[in-house]
């Protein structure tokens, strides 16, 4: 059987009958694939039951088909996201940037821009670096694959480049104060968060490390994200839903 080498990172795993698993794997070279591993769960043994953790960063040999499941052979390198592991909140974040790595891109379809948009994600996580910084760094890099384009780094009206600024889903972007009178349904973000919200635009992920914020300028950042993908992205995943109810448990 003729075999295929790939890179790729494991979004999740789920047991199929007994012994066996199905596996998807967001692949640079193949895009996204559904495997399907034989006898994983009923040989403690099995070369590749340690490599399918969710999350892991991998090298694997095996089988890719254009047209239904695809087949894993062996792992040549695998890279676990230990801090997932023992942290759950962690867990849930990278589930979360998996979820939407997932539905921005059809299956099969190579995207090597999302894969390292995502590579970078949980390569920053495993640096220990901030997890909620992290995520919404993803969150305002991946949205463009949504479809939606949104102005942050200057007024919309003025083209006004220093604040401060309001977010105005009536212009699609930012305002500047002398504008605000333009829109009485702006967003009234905090301006520290606006600021750091326009930095993490563009931004890499290697540059956040010495990034300190405060608990209320992480919560307005977070008002001021998921206004924006409610409104324009639309997409309601049980991971985000568990990350809010385990922040909201936190602050109150």
């Known amino acids: 059987m003729f075999e295929d080498s790939f890179h790729g990172i494991i979004l999740f795993s789920q047991p199929y009958k007994e012994t066996d698993m199905i596996v998807k794997i967001f692949t640079l070279e193949f895009g996204k694939q559904m495997f399907f591993v034989r006898q994983v769960n009923k ?3 099995h070369p ?3 490599a399918l953790l969710p999350f892991s960063q991998v090298e694997m040999v095996g089988k ?3 047209n239904g499941l695809s087949f894993l052979k062996e792992p040549r390198q695998v890279a676990y996201m230990k801090r997932a592991q023992d942290d759950l909140l962690v867990q849930a974040y990278a589930s979360y940037m998996v979820g939407l790595a997932d539905a921005v891109v059809d299956d099969k379809i190579v995207h090597k821009e999302i894969y ?5 994600a949980f390569d920053a996580l495993n640096r220990y670096l901030d997890v909620e910084i992290v995520t919404m760094m993803f969150e305002l890099r991946i949205i463009r694959f949504f479809g939606v384009t949104l102005q942050l780094q200057h007024c919309v009206i003025t ?3 220093k604040g401060p600024f309001d977010f105005s889903f009536k212009y699609g972007g930012v305002l500047h104060h002398t504008q605000w009178d333009k829109d009485n349904f702006r967003l009234h973000i905090d301006a520290n968060a606006m600021f750091i919200i326009q930095k993490l635009e563009h931004m890499h992920f290697k540059q956040i490390g010495d990034i300190q914020l ?5 919560l307005e950042m977070r008002r001021m994200i998921d ?5 324009y992205v639309g997409i309601h995943l049980k991971s985000k839903s568990f990350i809010d109810n385990m922040i909201n448990w936190y602050y109150d």
């Open 214 to 218: 405060s608990a209320p300028v992480k």
């Open 48 to 50: 590749l039951k340690m």
């Open 227 to 231: 206004a924006i993908y409610e409104e």
């Open 64 to 66: 890719i088909n254009r």
């Open 43 to 45: 040989n403690q043994s």
């Open 116 to 120: 390292y948009l995502l590579k970078e």
């Open 159 to 161: 083209g006004q480049m």
